[in-house]
């Protein structure tokens, strides 16, 4: 099986002849000091891209996904509409939210600063008058050329890697978390308006997204955190009033333009909702957290869901990757593929970035475990 046959045997759910590896979106990617010592130790000399403005992880070089033997090939849209700015004396800048973001030392990123619809009450003409960002070609210049010649001169899967939107994500950044939370509450009509008017927009950039790129890539991202460490940000009711509408929505919306499968990435104790996912087109769960409340148990994880949809990540960048021995690297490997990766349905990954608080012993023995237990059949 070539790299594309192995991926659409596991997301049939059938046993492919190995583990698909993944990494290299703007959420999973190596920080820009990381991967400065990653490219030391291996005697590679290029010049670092940046991937995610905000988070500082970079594009991963052609070399670098060899060596750590990765399946998949990102295009990544452009960032448009940003603006540098000082803010407080530090370094920053505005997003095509009209959202302010701050430089921080402590952990080398940006954060975001303040909300733009931060006040008390949030009116239609608030809504009606806000600049909401328009579909710009120059988010997509030269993906599609880049889709076109992976497609058509390797056996990579060709991914198209997420906007930095998401429902829920980018309402709470636009309007903070503690008030929209509280027009759940007390103001649904305006939260629905809002929620309505941002839907439309973040829909209209995956389509022209899927109509520049769609005919050459197999899967796509979207992103939108629905959890804490141990439950989720607003209750299923909630989640099931305000946000699955409109994700089912945008999945429809990608769908309608491309025959791609639609990757989720999801952070938090999501596991209630993890069938509203599946009901609405998610194929693939990213990033399966195990250190967080309901996927402790991957075996468990997999007997529940693991027919419906399709785990990726699974390697815990927080506790895991940092603090265990290169040994015990090996052995989280051993066991997530043989919890998840039961006649198919897993893609290994790191659940998140790679941050310097990872020792780079770990990072390498996580990928070569992967290629040494990811073989069917399993060790």
Not at 77 to 87: C, K, L, S, T, Y
């Amino acid at each position: 099986m070539n790299r594309r046959e192995l991926f659409t045997a596991t997301l049939n759910h059938q046993q492919p002849e190995r583990v698909l590896v993944d990494y290299g979106k703007h959420i999973g990617s190596f920080h820009t000091n990381a991967y400065t010592t990653l490219k030391e130790k291996l005697g590679i000399q290029t010049e670092t891209k940046i991937l995610d403005r905000m988070a500082q992880n970079v594009v991963l070089d052609e070399e670098v996904c060899e060596r750590l033997g990765i399946d998949f090939r990102w295009v990544v849209p452009n960032w448009v509409g940003v603006r540098d700015m000082e803010i407080d004396g530090e370094r920053g800048y505005i997003d095509m939210w009209q959202t302010p973001h701050k430089w921080t030392d402590v952990g080398q990123y940006y954060a975001i600063h303040a909300s733009p619809f931060n006040r008390a009450t949030m009116t239609q003409a608030d809504i009606d008058n806000f600049p909401w960002p328009q579909p710009n070609p120059a988010m997509f210049t030269g993906l599609q050329e880049q889709a076109k010649y992976w497609f058509e001169n390797t056996e990579y899967v060709v991914g198209a890697d997420g906007i930095k939107v998401g429902i829920l994500q980018t309402a709470s950044q636009l309007r903070g978390y503690d008030k929209l939370f509280l027009d759940f509450s007390i103001n649904p009509d305006i939260a629905h308006k809002f929620l309505d008017r941002l839907s439309e927009t973040i829909n209209s950039m995956y389509r022209q997204y899927m109509e520049a790129v769609g005919q050459y890539v197999q899967v796509v991202v979207i992103t939108d955190d629905q959890g804490t460490q141990n439950s989720l940000m607003i209750s299923p009711k909630m989640f099931r009033e305000f946000i699955k509408p409109r994700l089912k929505s945008l999945i429809e919306t990608i769908k309608s333009v491309a025959d791609v499968k639609v990757f989720m990435h999801c952070d938090g104790a999501i596991t209630k909702i993890i069938p509203d996912l599946i009901e609405i087109g998610v194929d693939i769960l990213n990033p399966v957290q195990t250190v967080v409340k309901g996927f402790e148990d991957t075996g468990a994880l997999k007997a529940q869901f693991g027919s419906q949809v399709c785990f990726h990540g699974g390697m815990d960048v927080q506790q895991v990757l940092p603090n265990y021995t290169p040994k015990q690297i090996r052995d989280e490997v051993a066991l997530r593929i043989r919890d998840l990766g039961i006649s198919g349905g897993y893609i290994i990954a790191p659940c998140h970035n790679i941050n310097v608080d990872i020792p780079l012993e770990n990072v390498t023995a996580m990928f070569e475990a992967a290629k040494e237990f990811g073989q069917y059949p399993s060790k």
